[in-house]
Nanobody
Framework: QVQLVESGGGLVQSGGSLRLSCAAS????????MGWYRQAPGKPRDLVAH???????YYKDSVKGRFTISGDGAKNTVYLQMNSLKPEDTAVYYC?????????WGQGAQVTVSS
């Protein structure tokens, strides 16, 4: 049983920062890939960033240079540091983990960026 619990969402002004956390039940080194997706109202869920077990990272073009994904094995937690936030970053952010080809999701964290 894999559980992912997000925290750290909230309301922030344009240009501000937030850090999302995704706490996993058990070691994050079990997972092939862990990532963050987001879903804005009326839009499909979209990959924002991911990190592989080897430490390779991927970022959606629109967040490159502003967002950073990282993991802390001691805390079984993956983070998404979001800087220079824009109103278009407003969405529900979901933590995702891939274990043996099976996808697991957290419950989501609302991020709202006001202009």
């Amino acid at each position: 049983q894999v559980q992912l619990v997000e925290s750290g969402g909230g309301l922030v002004q344009s240009g501000g920062s937030l850090r999302l956390s995704c706490a996993a039940s058990g070691s994050i080194f079990r997972f092939n890939v862990m990532g963050w997706y987001r879903q804005a109202p009326g839009k499909p869920r979209d990959l924002v960033a991911h990190i592989t077990i080897g430490g390779s990272t991927y970022y959606k073009d629109s967040v490159k240079g502003r967002f950073t994904i990282s993991g802390d094995g001691a805390k079984n937690t993956v983070y998404l540091q979001m800087n220079s936030l824009k109103p278009e970053d407003t969405a529900v952010y979901y933590c995702n983990a891939n274990l043996g080809g099976r996808e697991y999701w957290g419950q989501g964290a609302q991020v709202t960026v006001s202009s």
